[in-house]
């Protein structure tokens, strides 16, 4: 008989977490974070960009959740899921089912597991789940967003708010702000933030932006580089499935006529990276900024830019965002 996914129980796992939350939250101190990311097409091409950049992520590194690209996911699979502490999520083979071995996720049977659909938490939650997108009508940049868009002069290529509990420096974990892990496709925009506390707030952009190089003389065109780590961690493919070559997607087919002309490629065609990235150059933004709250900070670029707002949340708005987001079900149940 088929498995049928339950209530994805597993996802409300931070919540159950609450307890030690709640006590780490009076410590901590928490903000709501508005992190807005575009390009400027129209930027300064005359500038002399570094020709081979050193692009990496850094390990180890987290996600940010979002609650409907999770839903939809797991309502694609049919055996036990888990969410962890980085923000990924693994899909775990169906036979892993009732074996011991593997950790509470949507198995589908919870009588004995100690995991329930509902978080068990006693009263109200002193602390939201962290790093989880909160809905767009919670930003403040939205109208900024807007006529952005409508001059025509800038792309959006990120922008998302939530909360998290902002830590010093050698305890924060950088924050990917892209999934080329998981489509194996290479974005328009590429890399890491890190934020920390000290006196103030700071921010360090690791992030570059791929294009077509149209300020390159010649057709020299650099290596592809590194995709990021995967979010979604699928342990049901197969070793062969992992042996075919890299997925190219409708956007990157079409960039890859634009650019140079090599046609769509064989399904069974050996691909290595430098033909599957549709790209020419990538061209990076490593800065560093210190930041106060309550304050609209922008990190300037000739080709992009940083827009980025920290609000303090105090404890009596942790608590009331962890009720709504209990109320709600911020997180797929």
Do not use: C
């Amino acid at each position: 008989m088929p498995h049928t996914p339950r209530k994805f129980s597993v996802l409300l796992a931070p919540l159950l977490l609450a307890g030690s939350l709640s006590s780490a939250a009076q410590s901590e101190r928490w903000y709501q974070v508005e992190l807005l990311i575009f390009s400027n097409p129209t930027g300064a091409n005359s500038e002399q960009w570094e020709a081979m950049p050193d692009l990496a992520y850094p390990e180890p590194a987290r996600f940010l959740v979002n609650p409907g690209q999770i839903r939809d996911r797991v309502a694609e699979h049919r055996g036990p899921s888990e969410l962890d502490s980085f923000g990924r999520l693994w899909l775990r083979a169906a036979s892993e089912i009732g074996t011991g071995d593997s950790p509470a996720g949507n198995t589908g049977d919870t009588s004995d597991s100690g995991v329930t659909d509902q978080p068990a938490v006693s009263g109200a939650a002193l602390a939201p789940t962290p790093f989880v997108t909160l809905p767009s009508a919670q930003g403040e940049f939205h109208g900024k967003t807007a006529y952005m868009e409508r001059r025509g002069n800038y792309r959006i290529l990120f922008h998302e708010t939530w909360v998290q509990p902002v830590r010093e420096e050698q305890d924060a974990i950088p924050l990917v702000i892209d999934r080329s892990g998981d489509s194996g496709d290479w974005p328009a925009l590429q890399g890491s933030v890190k934020i920390h506390i000290s006196r103030y707030l700071h921010v360090e952009t690791n992030l570059w932006l791929n294009t077509q190089g149209r300020y390159l003389p010649g057709d020299w065109r650099m290596p592809a580089p590194p995709l990021g780590p995967a979010s979604v961690i699928d342990e049901t493919i197969t070793e062969e499935e992992l042996e075919e070559p890299y997925f190219i997607s409708p956007e990157s087919e079409a960039a890859i006529h634009a650019t140079d002309g090599t046609g769509a490629l064989a399904p069974e065609a050996e691909v290595d990276e430098a033909e599957a990235y549709p790209w020419r150059h990538a061209v990076l933004m490593q800065q560093k900024r210190r930041m106060r709250s309550n304050e609209v900070h922008y990190i300037d670029h000739p080709l992009m830019g940083v827009i980025v707002r920290f609000t303090p949340v105090d404890a009596s708005q942790l608590q009331a965002m962890a009720q709504a987001e209990q109320e709600r079900g911020a997180l797929p149940d």
